[in-house]
């Protein structure tokens, strides 16, 4: 899988072949405004259950993290699994992430 992520927000995901599955609308987003951007994606192997193939973490410039269940079987699909905001910690917004599989 790949994902890909506009400065809108709008996150896209690919299957190794370059087809589309879906895409994750942003939360929200205006014109200009490029807080809702990606900063960070990360797929990771799930472990949430069967009917979901991985785990796609997306950390956005205005310090949002959304975690999503995503599935690329016969029917793609995913589902919002956790959000936090790292904006209290972090008011000058995030720019890039890295991700450490111990934590």
């Given at each position: 899988?790949?994902?890909?992520?506009?400065?809108?927000?709008?996150?896209?995901?690919?299957?190794?072949?370059?087809?589309?599955?879906?895409?994750?609308?942003?939360?929200?987003?205006?014109?200009?405004?490029?807080s809702?951007?990606?900063?960070?994606l990360?797929l990771?192997?799930c472990?949430a259950?069967?009917?979901?193939?991985?785990?796609?973490l997306?950390?956005?410039?205005?310090?949002?993290l959304?975690?999503y269940?995503v599935?690329?079987?016969?029917n793609?699909?995913?589902?919002?699994?956790?959000?936090?905001?790292?904006?209290t910690?972090y008011?000058?917004g995030i720019?890039s992430?890295?991700y450490h599989p111990?934590?």
């Amino acid at each position: 899988m790949l994902a890909y992520a506009d400065s809108t927000g709008t996150v896209h995901l690919f299957d190794l072949i370059g087809s589309e599955l879906f895409l994750i609308p942003p939360v929200v987003s205006f014109p200009g405004d490029f807080s809702y951007a990606a900063a960070g994606l990360f797929l990771l192997e799930c472990t949430a259950g069967v009917q979901w193939s991985a785990e796609l973490l997306v950390i956005t410039y205005g310090g949002g993290l959304r975690s999503y269940l995503v599935s690329v079987g016969a029917n793609p699909s995913f589902q919002e699994n956790h959000r936090f905001s790292f904006s209290t910690h972090y008011s000058h917004g995030i720019t890039s992430a890295v991700y450490h599989p111990v934590h």
